[in-house]
């Protein structure tokens, strides 16, 4: 069983009735194989008494709606957090219903669960302390051909796109995006807010902090610590620790200019 992630406080209140169960008791038929909805966590099923709103309009948003849509269900709307212009265009068939400063109005706590898509990890930390002040729960986005140990730990308000593998106890934080065809290998510990870009391979046991990015294609070999706010450039093969808000590119990955040496 993964090791419980520090600020995941199980059972925060008492869940409404197993999502995985349609309201007539039936079992919920979810795209994709059962194994990738035998985890622990927020499962991807979603509450069904409670409708869903996406917070950001750009590219992670699109995700969003996919991973939702290949589960059978339809966002209600997005939230734009960077401008009241787009107000009522349509996403992918999904409008945008308001600028975050009018959520509520929108769309109620008690009503409406939230996930957050946006792409800068220090905004989107900024958002859920927010929504969460505002009463609002969150969900995850995963997308049914991602195929997740039922013996991973999935928090709440994670993308997870079509093709990742997650791999035995492992433990994805709240509010990470695992982008698609990623390997997360077993007993990773992938830190809140972290973005973990399309192709990344991280072998076993590999630890990645806080609000960091691993981008496009990079590997990070097993065992190794990857800081918080820190950033391993794409294509990067990581040998060795990076340092909290350490940069590091190249194969072996060095550190970048200005950045603190990797030790
Ligand atoms: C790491 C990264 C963010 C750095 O961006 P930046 O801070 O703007 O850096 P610059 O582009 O100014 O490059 C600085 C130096 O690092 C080098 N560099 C940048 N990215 C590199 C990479 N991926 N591998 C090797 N070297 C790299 C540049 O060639 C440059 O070297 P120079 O000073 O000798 O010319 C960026 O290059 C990168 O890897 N982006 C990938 C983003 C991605 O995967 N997005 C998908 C999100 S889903």
Redesign the pocket.
């Known amino acids: 069983m993964a090791k419980k992630m520090k600020g995941f406080s199980a059972g925060e209140s008492p869940l409404p009735p197993d999502p995985r169960t349609s309201p007539d008791g039936s079992p919920r038929v979810l795209a994709g194989p059962l194994s990738a909805t035998g985890f622990k966590g927020d499962s991807p099923a979603l509450n069904p008494y409670k409708k869903i709103v996406i917070v950001g309009a750009g590219s992670q948003a699109r995700y969003a709606i996919d991973n939702f849509l290949a589960q059978g269900a339809k966002p209600a709307g997005l939230i734009d957090v960077e401008t009241k212009k787009n107000v009522g265009q349509k996403i992918n068939g999904v409008a945008i219903a308001a600028f975050y400063d009018d959520i509520a109005k929108h769309f109620t706590p008690k009503s409406y669960q939230v996930i957050i898509a946006y792409g800068d990890n220090a905004k989107k930390r900024e958002l859920a302390l927010s929504l969460t002040k505002k009463g609002y729960r969150f969900v995850s986005a995963i997308h049914p051909s991602a195929v997740i140990s039922s013996f991973a730990e999935v928090q709440k308000g994670v993308i997870i796109n079509a093709g990742a593998v997650v791999m035995p106890n492992a433990a994805i934080g709240r509010h990470a995006i695992i982008?698609s065809q990623c390997v997360i290998e077993h007993d990773n510990q992938i830190g809140a807010f972290a973005?973990i870009?399309?192709g990344v391979s991280l072998a076993g046991r590999v630890t990645v902090g806080e609000g960091s990015y691993v981008?496009?294609g990079a590997s990070v070999i097993a065992g190794i610590t990857i800081g918080k706010n820190a950033?391993v450039?794409?294509?990067?093969v990581v040998t060795k620790n990076v340092p909290d808000g350490g940069?590091v590119?190249?194969v072996p990955a060095r550190p970048?200019?200005g950045s603190l040496a990797a030790r």
């Open positions: 982008h973005n870009a399309p981008y496009t950033v450039a794409a294509g990067a940069r590119a190249g970048m200019a």
